[in-house]
């Protein structure tokens, strides 16, 4: 399991911060004082802070250094799935998709559901299931649907990330890093539909 943190700041965010921050630093540097910010204490092994508009690095820990993404892996899962296919179009759940365990939301085989609910489960319940169905679905096979994700990963510049599954379960080179993860969230956010579904308080 991974000990990651990912941060992403927006100019308003930093506007807000400037706004109710100058009456307090102000009048310390008129008086001589000199202004040092700490270094933000994050107990996560890596972490990264990103602008969300330019993805400029604004501060790091061991951002580069390679972990294991775990339930993570699924942003790319969504990205090469809303991709590939259409939110409306039928997905059969195979029995090997219905095995996988762990999370799950116990799909049986046999059902049908769409694309687009299968996308709510990967993303707002962490489903392995509905991740390998969509995966099958798409691509025929999960071994096929990874290479899909990697070459995706390598287009958007996460270029220190391997996948072997579409779940995020522990594997052996079944890693990413800090820096990786924000690449590929801020290029997830980008897409509407994925933007929408993780904004969604209730499924």
Known sequence: MMSMLIFFRKPLVFLFLVTFL????????????????????ISAGSAVLIDADTAQVLWSKNSKEARAPASLTK??????????????????ISEEAAAVGKSE????????????????AILLRSANDAAVALAEHVAG?????????????????????????????????????????????RYAMQNGTF?????????
């Open 22 to 41: 100058l009456p307090i630093v102000v009048p310390s540097l008129a008086l001589g004082e000199t202004f040092s910010p700490s270094e933000p204490e």
């Open 105 to 120: 939301i116990w799909l049986l085989a046999g059902e049908v559901l769409s694309v687009e609910d299968l996308l709510y």
């Open 195 to 203: 933007a929408g579904i993780v904004a969604t308080d209730k499924w």
């Open 75 to 92: 942003m790319m899962t969504a990205i090469v799935v809303l991709e590939k296919s259409d939110l409306k179009d039928p997905v059969t």
């Open 141 to 185: 096979s999960e071994d096929r649907f990874v290479q899909l994700m990697n070459q995706k990963a390598r287009e958007i510049g996460a270029s220190q990330t391997n996948f072997v599954n579409v779940t995020g379960l522990d594997a052996e080179k079944h890693l990413s890093t800090a820096y990786d993860l924000a690449v590929i969230a």
